[in-house]
């Protein structure tokens, strides 16, 4: 089987065997009478598709909802398999409808300019993790579901429409790929460490007991200070690296990152730092590509 079953009272988690990329992400299921919310059903697999599906058996379940916290892979892939609507932020909507756009926040044309190669980066990350399309529609700005109420928090940085869904009352957040037990890659198109940095202190004035995470285990609201201090540090470390004399993103790629420099996620990260410094004014060398995202 590809995933633990725990439950947490009505909350049944579907805890991937890894955290680690590609792996699906964690399934979330909120029972109440007969209905179910489904949070990230995860890779377009056969066998995540019917895990869910005996459980909605199992419980009853006659009509059920799939939120999605974002439209990566990962996370809608088995969405298509399941009788329900979907909802996701109004930003990824058109990713769930044509995740081949999904090329613009992973800013595929970049990668490719920056490592000179010729790599097809939607269809890697389909290759790993099938996604199909699914007719998704915009989540509302409070989500009513039995006696709960969720409220999706705009949390940008990774992906542009991406939410965390928290659950006031029960001192509850689902909060998708931020806050995980390894922490989520950024991007320019995705909101970049201003973004990111953004969304962390949203999820900071939260009043918070557990985190369900999408990857890993069930956390605390302490991880926001630790992945806030893993953003300090490489932009610390990248100034260093300027400091020293590097003038190019390969330098700055493996003062980071090492020998993983060039792994596309990792191009990505260096590249939100570079924009954020470059707008606060630090001085980097000069390299552009034509339609880099330094304009964006
Ligand atoms: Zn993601
Ligand atoms: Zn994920």
Same mark, same amino acid.
């Given at each position: 089987m590809m995933a633990d079953i725990i439950r947490y009272g009505e909350i049944v988690m579907l805890k991937s065997k890894t955290p680690k990329w590609p792996a699906s992400s964690n399934t979330y299921i909120l029972l109440s009478d007969?209905?179910?919310?489904?949070?990230?059903?995860?890779?377009?697999?056969?066998?995540?598709?019917?895990?869910?599906?005996?459980?909605?058996?199992?419980?009853?379940?006659?009509?059920?909802?799939?939120?999605?916290?974002?439209?990566?892979p990962d996370h809608m892939g088995a969405a298509r398999f399941l009788k329900a609507n979907v909802l996701v932020h109004e930003i990824e909507v058109k990713?769930?409808?044509?995740?081949?756009?999904?090329?613009?926040?992973?800013?595929?044309?970049?990668?490719?300019?920056?490592?000179?190669?010729?790599?097809?980066?939607?269809?890697?990350?389909?290759?790993l993790c099938p996604i199909h399309p699914v007719d998704a529609s915009q989540l509302p700005e409070k989500i009513g579901f039995g006696d709960y109420e969720i409220k999706p928090i705009l949390t940008p940085g990774h992906s542009p429409g991406?939410?965390?869904?928290?659950?006031?009352h029960e001192k509850v957040l689902f909060s998708g790929d931020l806050l995980g037990e390894i922490m989520a890659w950024y991007s320019p198109g995705g909101g970049g460490v201003e973004g990111y940095l953004e969304s962390l202190a949203k999820l900071e004035r939260l009043n918070v007991k557990t985190v369900f995470p999408s990857h890993g285990d069930v956390t605390s609201i302490e991880r926001v200070e630790k992945e806030r201090r893993v953003l300090e540090e490489r932009e610390r470390?990248?100034?260093?690296?300027? =400091?020293?004399?590097?003038?190019?993103?390969?330098?700055? +790629?493996?003062? %980071? !990152?090492? /020998?993983? $420099?060039?792994?596309?996620?990792?191009?990505?990260?260096? =590249?939100?730092?570079?924009?954020?410094?470059?707008?606060? +004014?630090?001085? %980097? !060398?000069? /390299?552009? $590509?034509?339609?880099?995202?330094?304009?964006?």
């Amino acid at each position: 089987m590809m995933a633990d079953i725990i439950r947490y009272g009505e909350i049944v988690m579907l805890k991937s065997k890894t955290p680690k990329w590609p792996a699906s992400s964690n399934t979330y299921i909120l029972l109440s009478d007969s209905e179910a919310l489904i949070i990230d059903p995860g890779c377009g697999f056969d066998e995540r598709a019917k895990l869910i599906e005996k459980i909605l058996k199992d419980e009853e379940v006659k009509k059920s909802t799939v939120v999605l916290t974002h439209a990566h892979p990962d996370h809608m892939g088995a969405a298509r398999f399941l009788k329900a609507n979907v909802l996701v932020h109004e930003i990824e909507v058109k990713y769930a409808r044509n995740p081949r756009l999904l090329s613009e926040p992973f800013n595929a044309d970049l990668v490719k300019r920056i490592l000179n190669i010729d790599f097809d980066l939607v269809e890697y990350f389909m290759n790993l993790c099938p996604i199909h399309p699914v007719d998704a529609s915009q989540l509302p700005e409070k989500i009513g579901f039995g006696d709960y109420e969720i409220k999706p928090i705009l949390t940008p940085g990774h992906s542009p429409g991406h939410v965390a869904l928290y659950l006031k009352h029960e001192k509850v957040l689902f909060s998708g790929d931020l806050l995980g037990e390894i922490m989520a890659w950024y991007s320019p198109g995705g909101g970049g460490v201003e973004g990111y940095l953004e969304s962390l202190a949203k999820l900071e004035r939260l009043n918070v007991k557990t985190v369900f995470p999408s990857h890993g285990d069930v956390t605390s609201i302490e991880r926001v200070e630790k992945e806030r201090r893993v953003l300090e540090e490489r932009e610390r470390k990248i100034l260093k690296a300027i =400091e020293r004399g590097i003038k190019s993103r390969e330098g700055l +790629g493996r003062a %980071l !990152f090492g /020998e993983k $420099w060039s792994f596309f996620t990792n191009v990505l990260i260096l =590249e939100s730092h570079l924009l954020k410094l470059g707008r606060e +004014g630090t001085p %980097l !060398f000069n /390299e552009t $590509w034509e339609g880099s995202p330094r304009t964006f």
